[in-house]
């Protein structure tokens, strides 16, 4: 039996016992123990009840891949390319940089679990499987980078709209784009680029969005986070449903913005800035500044209104100074 088949068993919730695994898969009860040990290695907290098995905290839905496209509305099912759904993988993102030269624009490929998930600024992104949404999407762009300014504050927009979509409030978007509530980062998104200054190019889309995390996987992320559960009183969306929304609102805001560039999110983006009117510290190339948040620009520069006036940042790490 693999991990994948235990959580399979373990999804809805309820007891099951060691013997009844071990025979239903044809191994022995030392085998079903070992992957149990793998799946909590993996951050599934995966309890055992002594004599009357295993189980989980809570029910959990994996991710299908027909649940999803069947989730999707046709007018988006037609504009997504490939959508794949793996069970482990290194990297989402890693996948679609290894195939981009064939898959078809916004394709789309999620795995239940990565054992190289990465992060802004070489972090890496925990990936444990059955909890959460790991999902990268091809987006090719006929215009150069100098089109591109501002995708990665659209993305956050987009992932926003994702929210809305499933009622869910609470959260909003430090610039550039993680998205925050109160108690911590609830995703995260990494845009990659490749190809030609002035001709066509491509972007690498990956978000990571947490539908649950676990008290383990909070003190192991090295920050504040937080997730979709909490976030709406304890019971979470489907998580079908939660990668349904996140594709569709990807599809369709990847071709509005390469339509319309930055301009058309500008004042969504300003509705989710938690940035505004707040005290800031900026740590750029250039040294370390404060100043008064003041939005951002039409390229999705971070305005700082400091004392010597109104500076655009392209790109430095952003703190809120406490009062
Ligand atoms: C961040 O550091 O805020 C960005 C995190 C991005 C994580 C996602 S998960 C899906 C995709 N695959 C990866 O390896 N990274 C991105």
New binding site residues.
């Given amino acids: 039996m693999q991990a994948q088949e235990l959580l399979t068993a373990l999804a809805d919730g309820g007891t099951v016992s060691g013997a009844h695994l071990a025979e239903r898969a044809g191994v022995t009860r030392a085998a079903i123990w070992k992957q149990v040990e793998s799946l909590r290695a993996r951050g599934v907290p995966v309890q055992s009840q002594g004599t009357a098995g295993y189980r989980l905290p809570w029910p959990l839905q994996l991710l299908s891949a027909q649940a999803i496209r069947s989730a999707l509305p046709v007018p988006v099912r037609k504009s997504v390319g490939e959508l794949e759904l793996h069970w482990e993988i290194d ?4 996948e679609i940089q290894r195939r981009a030269a064939t898959l078809p624009d916004l394709s789309m490929i999620l795995a239940e679990t ?1 054992s190289a ?4 600024r070489g ?1 890496s ?1 925990l ?1 444990p499987p059955g909890l959460n949404i ?3 999407c091809l987006k090719r762009f006929d215009a150069g980078f100098a089109a591109l300014s501002g995708l990665s504050l659209a993305v956050g927009v987009i992932v926003m709209r994702t929210l809305e979509t499933l009622g869910i409030q609470g959260a909003g978007l430090k610039w550039p784009n ?1 998205v925050l509530s109160d108690d911590g980062k609830v995703a ?3 845009v990659e680029l490749s190809g030609e200054y002035q001709g066509p190019c491509a972007a690498i889309i ?3 969005l947490n539908v649950r995390l676990t008290p383990a996987l909070r003190e192991q992320a090295g920050q504040p986070v937080n997730d979709l559960v909490s976030l709406s009183g304890g019971v979470g969306p489907d998580r079908n449903r939660v990668a349904a929304a996140l594709i569709g609102a990807l599809a369709e805001g990847l071709i509005q913005f390469e339509r319309e560039g930055f301009a058309v999110f500008t004042e969504e983006y300003a509705s989710h800035d938690l940035l505004r009117g707040k005290a800031l510290r900026v740590q750029g190339a250039q040294g370390a500044m404060e100043g008064v948040g003041a939005g951002v620009d039409a390229r999705g520069a971070l305005l700082l209104q400091a004392s010597d006036g109104l500076h655009s940042i392209d790109s430095a790490d952003v703190s809120v100074r406490r009062a």
Avoid: A, E, K
């Fill in positions: 990297s989402t993102s890693s990565q998930g990465r992060g802004r972090r992104w990936s790991y999902l990268s993680d995260g998104i990494l990956g978000v990571g």
